[in-house]
Structure formats: C-alpha cells, structure tokens
C-alpha cells in the first residue's frame, strides 16, 4: 500500500498519521493544498527570471512545448488543464482557455496569459460540454494526481472527435531525487515519476498514441488522439 505522511501537507494538517494515496481522503487533503492555495509556486515568474537551476527546466518545458503544439495541434479550440500560472497558455491563440484549482494562479494566469479566459476549476470535473475542444495541454499536472484516469476521462470527453492531446509529465529518474535542492520546491503531498510503460497504460482510453522522452531526460512528452 502506497503512504505519504500528513505531515508533509502540515500546514493545514498537524497529523503525522500515514495515509493511503489511494483513499478518498487523501484525495481530498491533496486538492486541499491547492484550492486553499497553500502551493504558492509561479512558474511562469521561474521561467522569466533566474531564480535557480529550476529556471532552465521551465525554460526548456515552455520551449518544447511550444514545439509540440506547432507540430501536433488540431488549431481550433484550445484548452490548458491545469494551467498554473499561465506558462503555456500564454503562447496559446486568443481566445483560447486555461483551467486550474489553485485561486492564486488564476491571479497569475490572467496577468501573464491576459488575451486568454482564465477559469478556476477541477480538471477532474471541468465546466464545458463535451467534445469541446480541438486540442487539450495538459503539462506537469498529472504526476500530481494519484488517480489520473480521472482527469483523462474528463478531458476527453470535453476533446473533439479526432482532436489531441498534448502533454508532460515527470519522467522516472535519479535526478528527481535532487528537488530539496531547489530553491523554489513546492513540498506538494504527492508527486509521481513515470515510466514510460506507466504513462501508456493511463493513456490508454485514447488512441495513436505516442510516448518519448524530452528535457533532459527528465520529462515524457505524451501525444494522444480521441477517435470513438
């Protein structure tokens, strides 16, 4: 049974109690942390100015995915789930949408991201309709989910017939293990490296999909397509 300890989410849980990622009540403490806004972490402000080596990673995941948006998007309707304090929807067309549960980047989001509609809300639970969108982000927020298929499934019901979806998440690796060091590290109550076998498997409700390594070595790019 996989456990992380309350304490690593003290601030609004003194608690040293270990507890199942797993349970509904993790699930409910870990989106706690951030619709409480005690994650206080801005990336797009990390990308812009040196503030540590993290600073070349945003960096790098901005640049590549502004690379992969040109070569894969549908165009049309575009969708940022999850999308912090506006990093990539900034790049995004007018118009198009960024969603995320911390109120403190929608603040964020709207001053770097101003030509896009910023809306606080759950992926796991998104106000729009279905098959909504042509071509869905969705970069460095699973890894923070212990139940991603429930966010997948939400975003593909709101991704068009035919439409794709774009995305990163944390790739398995030693390096990880050097984030203490990072003069911004947010301590969120979890945080998951992939395996690239891992990342297919909860990919697996979409089709032609696509999985490789990028930045570093530290990161899994995901392509996949909604076809049924």
Not at 30 to 44: F, M, Q, V
Not at 199 to 219: H, P, R
């Amino acid at each position: 049974m996989e456990t992380r300890p309350l304490n690593k989410i003290k601030k609004f849980n003194q608690s040293s109690e270990e507890i199942d990622v797993n349970s509904e009540e993790f699930s409910i403490l870990n989106k706690k942390y951030y619709k409480d806004g005690i994650e206080d972490y801005d990336w797009t402000k990390t990308a812009d100015s040196f503030r540590g080596l993290e600073t070349f990673f945003h960096r790098k995941r901005e640049k590549l995915l502004k690379t992969l948006i040109k070569k894969y998007s549908e165009g049309g309707k575009y969708l940022d789930a999850g999308c912090g304090s506006g990093l990539i929807t900034r790049h995004l067309a007018k118009g198009s949408i960024g969603i995320d549960i911390n109120p403190k980047n929608i603040k964020r989001a709207k001053k770097y991201a101003p030509l896009a509609e910023i809306i606080e809300g759950d992926v796991e639970n998104m106000p729009f309709s279905d098959n909504n969108f042509s071509t869905i982000i969705c970069s460095e927020v699973l890894e923070h989910m212990p139940n991603p298929q429930k966010a997948i499934l939400e975003i593909k019901r709101v991704l068009n017939q035919n439409g794709v979806l774009i995305g990163t998440v944390p790739k398995k690796s030693f390096l990880w293990k050097l984030r203490f060091l990072s003069s911004t590290h947010p301590g969120e109550p979890y945080h998951k490296e992939y395996t690239k076998k891992e990342l297919t498997d909860v990919l697996s409700n979409f089709d032609d999909i696509k999985v490789f390594s990028a930045g570093y070595f530290m990161t899994l790019v995901f392509i996949a397509r909604k076809k049924d």
